[in-house]
RNA sequence: GGGCGCGUAGCUCAGUUUGGUUAGAGCGCUACCUUGACACGGUAGAGGUCUGCGGUUCGAGUCCGCACGCGCCCACCA
């Protein structure tokens, strides 16, 4: 048989990545099998926008989906990872004008037809950037099912929910006030409304009552009181409650305004006690308004310039207003009084345009019922929010939703499938219509589209071809797992839950894992005005795809941002090279003649042997722990240390000696090598949905046979193995021991020292004696004494691991630096013998403290007593 | 105004849910080592008493209360 190529000694994640991925893709391993008898096990990709390329945050996700998808691949799950992106309907609108802007136009300029045009040329260039990125990451998503917001299939998901909701009395067009983007010229949804502490001012005005007198009120935005349509005051204010239903006069517009009491709106204890009413420019003025049948009188432009009603302050912009309306009150003499005010300011999410409370006509989302289910279902725990600190988030903000607005003055979406006729009528139809259903007139289709996330609310089963009853739908609905960012828990996770349960009765996925924003290495936001941004491919080119995911998958700890320093993913790449070159050595040793590790007799081998196997099931074990629990920190950590810590530190060294000169007691060179080849295979299967493209590439060398994302992944719990645990410990503590003290009294390392274990138990004494050859190289040690009895005379005597360990060192080379340490550690030891004898002497703590822990605590009193003898010893014979 | 999270080695973080060995990791730091897998390496080491105060307990980084500091989310005080 053929063995293949040595690896090569340079590790270079670029020569293999590419074509790793293009073997995956082409086994179809990412596809799931229709029908099948396996379990589904299913995700939703987190649709990235089409605004751009992608950013690190993005790569935390696909990594961590990526990591569990092929976990739960390689355990016998029938995966589906469903990729695909996101119109982003204002997002991209906005990236795109820009472009247009610099080319002196606008999409107003071009009409409708040509800007989509625009915005598909757009959508096809980000998307397929998207695509490499995500394969460049080694994401194993099952791309015959890649779908995009905007596809056909996905179009008819969105109008069939909005007819049915409308069908329903969920959705409905009303005249109400909204957030508006003077910029955008568009409605935005509560949420994309982003509120920033502004430094502004406080301005107080006086109204001329009509027959003498004022009453004086404050702004912050004084232009607004061009709109005002009445003061109030509270219906109990001594102050005022004579004044209420006498009528103020307009200083700046020819027209008088009521004086209302109004019990809900006004504070007695706030400002002045009275209070402007603008009921078409501020919500809360707005209610006050219905409640009193006030006039809503309009004052802005949709472009934020004031309108016709504002008289002579027409065709200002709506800050100019603000200077004008003040120097005019002035002229007035009206004004009494300014102070510097902080305030939250709402700005538009994704052009941070100072956004107006705007009266319109639009479409709305009728939440409280939606939000019911989507509330039960999380409490019921049908829905597993992780971490659940996130609950208390996510049912104080269902509980006091408001109406959503749907509708956006874009166009770049899913087109409102409602038609209007000359007369009046509307007619909501999934599929479009010429005439009204009403009374038969011409209609025309309502302009404006659909809030881009009430098409994300769907992705979960729009993507499997809902509403019709699909094979994937019956297979693949509800879905596994949602990973996703924090950030978007309102917009989309909650939405999506809402909607799951409206049109399937059931919540779309069973649990939700929120990750954290990855910052740069000073914990700062990443952003491109900072110039901290990490571009994923670069990292990926500079590191290899595998300690990009290591790095990130590592730093994932639930419910923490990520402070992303390139000196940790350095860190992760040198790991990366580490298991190449312990991979590389095995190879180098094997001779082709190896046994599987389920064809050894493990009882039989070697205590290196039997110790490394069962610190491999170990860690195989608390992986699948750590995954199942998304403890991806944990599980990156338990493989870390077994490759680093146990395997190459360790077991190779162990292993060593074999290789160079054949086998000693009951280590057959076979077996070693059996064990070694096998043990990193087993590493490689541990690591790969971690680390996907390094272990294949090693698996392949070491012969693995079919590549691994198809392998099974190792359940642990095999080859435990106590007694070889325990002499392992023992061997390992000793020869520590002699390595410390040859540094600590200053012989180059190639000084050989001579060690004698007095009083080996006899368990360990047979170990050890089938060890003494690794023993003795390990320690680099001249003599190993396991028969001997008594310590020599002027020995050092220490105790480590269990065990009693006698250094001989010529008395000339202890030095006053030996004597400090050994003495600091007498001192240690006795502080802790004290406290633990004080603890042991509380009737207390021998009563109440479960009989476990004072036994383990008698034993450490004891074994530190002997130590406490020992160095005693030590110190006193060696004056 | 509500709600949430955080404060553990120089840095970044585990550990706290179910209280109990001498509180861990990576990076950084110090010393020595170019030993045929690996200097993206090896060996050894220094370094925290867990923000502060009080309480519960035989026993607290871990539970409770208060204080201080940091961060985030939600919210129509004009």
């Known amino acids: 048989m053929s063995r293949p190529e040595l690896l090569p000694t340079r590790f270079d994640p670029t020569s293999f990545e590419g074509r790793w991925y293009e073997v995956w893709e082409r086994s179809g391993a990412f596809t799931p099998d229709l029908p099948s008898d396996r379990s589904p096990f299913v995700i939703m990709i987190p649709p990235p926008n089409v605004t751009g390329k992608l950013h690190i945050g993005h790569a935390l996700q696909f990594t961590l989906q990526d990591l569990v998808i092929r976990w739960r691949r390689m355990q016998g799950f029938n995966t589906l990872w469903l990729p695909g992106t996101d119109h982003a309907g204002i997002a991209t609108q906005v990236m795109v004008e820009r472009e247009l802007a610099k080319e002196g136009t606008n999409r107003h300029e071009l009409g409708r037809e040509r800007f989509l045009e625009r915005m598909w040329e757009w959508k096809a260039h980000y998307k397929d950037n998207i695509s490499a990125q995500a394969k460049a990451l080694g994401a194993s998503c099952d791309w015959t099912r890649e779908r995009f917001t905007l596809d056909p299939m996905l179009s008819r998901a969105v109008r069939h929910a909005f007819v049915t909701l409308f069908r329903q009395g969920l959705i409905y067009r009303s005249h109400r006030l909204i957030n508006w983007c003077p910029r955008c010229l568009t409605a935005l949804s509560d949420l994309e409304v982003v509120h920033k502490e502004i430094d502004g001012g406080m301005w107080d005005f006086a109204y001329p009552v009509e027959g003498g007198g004022e009453i004086v009120v404050s702004t912050s935005r004084p232009e607004t009181m061009l709109g005002d349509t009445a003061v109030a005051v509270h219906p109990e204010d001594e102050r005022y409650r004579h004044l209420i239903g006498r009528r103020v006069r307009h200083p700046l517009l020819d027209r008088t305004l009521p004086i209302v009491g109004d019990a809900v709106l006004v504070d007695t204890s706030f400002g002045t006690g009275a209070v402007k009413v603008t009921p078409a420019h501020d919500p809360a003025d707005f209610a006050t308004g219905e409640r009193h049948g ?49 305030h939250a300011v709402g700005h538009c999410q994704r052009c941070d345009t100072i956004v107006e409370p705007y009266l319109s006509l639009q479409w709305f989302v009728k939440a409280d019922v939606l939000a019911k289910p989507a509330l039960e279902a999380v409490r019921s725990g049908a829905v597993e929010l992780i971490p659940d600190f996130w609950v208390a988030t996510y049912e104080n903000w269902l509980e006091n939703i408001l109406d959503w607005c749907i509708s956006r003055q874009l166009w770049w979406g899913h087109r409102i499938p409602a038609f209007y006729c000359a007369n009046g009528h509307t007619t909501v139809s999934e599929e479009d219509v010429t005439s009204c259903a009403e009374c038969g007139a011409a209609v025309t289709q309502d302009p404006d589209v659909l809030d881009t996330w009430f098409s994300s609310a769907l992705w979960p089963f729009s993507t499997l071809g809902w509403p019709a009853e699909t094979e ?55 952003s491109k005005t900072k110039g901290n941004v990490m571009d994923p491919l670069e990292l990926v080119q500079q590191f290899g795809a595998d300690a990009v995911r290591f790095t990130l998958a590592a730093l994932a700890s639930p419910g923490r941002d990520l402070p992303l320093d390139v000196r940790r993913m350095e860190g992760y790449r040198a790991f990366a090279t580490k298991l190449w070159n312990a991979a590389r050595f095995v190879q180098m040793n094997l001779e082709g003649d190896e046994l599987a590790l389920d064809e050894l007799e493990v009882p039989r081998l070697g205590v290196p042997e039997r110790w490394i196997l069962g610190e491999l099931e170990r860690t195989a074990q608390a992986a699948n722990r750590a995954w199942e629990q998304f403890r991806f920190d944990e599980g990156c950590r338990e493989l870390y240390h077994f490759v680093w810590g146990d395997l190459c530190d360790w077991y190779l060294e162990l292993a060593k000696p074999v290789f160079q000169n054949g086998g000693g007691q009951r280590r057959e060179p076979r077996d070693v090598r059996s064990v070694a080849r096998g043990v990193v295979l087993e590493a490689c299967k541990l690591l790969h949905p971690v680390m996907p493209f390094i272990t294949e590439e090693i698996a392949a060398h070491l012969g693995a046979g079919a590549p691994l994302i198809r392998a099974p992944y190792p359940p642990g719990g095999r080859f435990a193995d106590e007694g070889a645990a325990r002499t392992m410990a023992a061997l390992q503590a000793v020869v520590q021991e002699v390595r410390s003290y040859r540094h600590l009294v200053g012989l180059p390392p190639a000084t050989q020292l001579e060690v004698v274990l007095p009083s080996l138990e006899s368990e360990l004494r047979r170990a050890f004696g089938e060890l003494a050859g690794e023993i003795v190289r390990l320690a680099n040690l001249s003599r190993l004494d396991l028969e001997a009895t008594v310590a020599p005379p002027g020995a050092i005597l220490d105790r480590a691991g269990g065990v009693d360990v006698a250094i001989v060192l010529p008395r000339d080379l202890v030095g006053a630096e030996e004597a400090t340490r050994l003495g600091a550690e007498l001192v240690k030891c006795q502080q802790e013998l004290v406290r633990i004898q004080e603890r042991l002497a509380d009737e207390g703590f021998v009563a109440r403290a479960p009989a476990q822990v004072v036994a383990s605590s008698r034993e450490t009193a004891a074994e530190l007593a002997r130590k406490v003898a020992l160095i005693a010893r030590t110190l006193e014979s060696r004056g």
């Open 294 to 342: 006030l006039e809503r009188i309009n004052i802005l432009q949709p472009d934020g310039r004031i309108n016709e009603n504002g008289g002579p302050f027409a065709g200002l912009d709506r800050f100019e207003a603000r200077k004008a309306v003040l120097q005019a009150l002035a002229e007035h003499g009206l004004r009494r009084g300014e102070r510097a005010h902080r």
């Open 472 to 526: 994937d739908m019956r297979a693949f609905y509800p879905t596994s797992v949602l990973i996703t960012g924090f950030d978007i828990l309102f917009f989309w996770v909650a939405r999506m839950i809402m909607m799951g349960c409206h049109f399937t009765g059931k919540p779309p996925f069973a649990k939700v894992h929120l990750t954290g924003l990855v910052r740069d290495a000073q914990r700062q936001k990443m």
